[in-house]
């Protein structure tokens, strides 16, 4: 098998556990985790792409997205402070008043 | 097979077996142990492929701030309660179902690309890249010191908001 090929199957894989993962962990921080792995899976496929095309831009984008995961980092992070601070618990289960 | 290409399949494998644990492990702290794991895999898959930027990035920003952040956020929140000891919510056969579906077509469409060898040209190493990084992008690497400055502004705002509900 060739490499691009085996890089664009490892961030598929990687992106559908983290998907998996969102969907069926209850802790938000383990979500927030499983986010990050899906957003790894992402920049793993960016990668494998500007390999491709052969451009220097990508590599440029992915540092770009590396700054803004940091960012999202830390908002999300005192959000859930903040909602386990109200609520006692980090279970997803009991935030279900934030439907809209 | 060559001693790069053995290295490189270790390092799939590494990230693989890292996501797989991330569902299965039940504290926090063993979650993100093995989202450590996969980051500093990944890590090794970029340098073994040539792109050494995106590789030191990725443990010193990933691995060195984020998941440093995380795992001191559990320590922090270290509660007893039902997310740790249920590990999984109702939705873990569709969930499932979704994935293995979402692997199919993704894949589908993947091996139609046809694949080449990736190697890295050698505008990848570091003095070009950052040559070319400071000189045209400069624009976009002083915005980004803006978002950072918008991110601690937004996350002191959201803690302060919280106090206030609290008193």
Redesign the interface.
């Known amino acids: 098998?060739?490499?691009?090929?085996?890089?664009?199957?490892?961030s598929?894989?990687?992106?559908?556990?983290?998907?998996?993962?969102v969907?069926?962990?209850?802790?938000?921080?383990?979500l927030?985790?499983?986010m990050?792995?899906m957003l790894?899976a992402v920049?793993?496929a960016l990668?494998?792409f500007s390999?491709?095309t052969?451009t220097?831009s990508g590599?440029?984008l992915?540092?770009?997205i590396?700054?803004?995961?940091?960012?999202?980092?830390?908002?999300a992070?005192?959000?859930?402070?903040?909602l386990?601070?109200?609520r006692?618990?980090?279970?997803?289960?009991g935030y279900d008043s934030l439907k809209g | 097979m060559s001693l790069e290409q053995a290295v490189l399949y270790f390092f799939c494998a590494c990230a693989l077996a890292g996501g797989v644990l991330m569902l299965l492990a039940r504290h926090p702290m063993r979650v993100a142990l093995a989202l450590i794991a996969v980051m500093l895999s990944l890590a090794g898959v970029y340098a073994m492929v040539g792109v050494h930027v995106v590789a030191v990035f990725q443990v010193l920003i990933y691995v060195g701030a984020v998941m440093v952040f995380m795992v001191y956020v559990i320590m922090l929140l270290d509660l007893r309660d039902p997310s740790f000891l249920e590990r999984y919510g109702r939705l873990l056969v569709p969930a499932l179902l979704l994935g293995t579906l979402l692997v199919g077509a993704l894949g589908m469409s993947a091996t139609r690309l046809g694949g080449a060898a990736a190697r890295a040209a050698p505008s990848y190493l570091i003095q070009p890249f950052s040559a070319e990084f400071l000189h045209s992008y400069w624009l976009h690497f002083e915005l980004t010191s803006v978002l950072l400055l918008a991110a601690v502004v937004a996350a002191i705002a959201v803690i302060k908001s919280g106090r206030r509900n609290d008193g």
């Open positions: 098998m060739a490499d691009l090929q085996l890089l664009l199957w490892l598929i894989v990687l992106f559908a556990l983290g998907l998996v993962g969907m069926i962990r209850r802790n938000a921080l383990v927030l985790m499983c990050e792995l790894n920049i793993l990668v494998t390999l491709k052969a220097l590599t440029v992915v540092f770009l590396f700054v803004v995961a940091a960012a999202e980092i830390a908002i992070i005192p959000i859930v402070l903040q386990s601070r109200q006692r618990s980090l279970d997803v289960a």
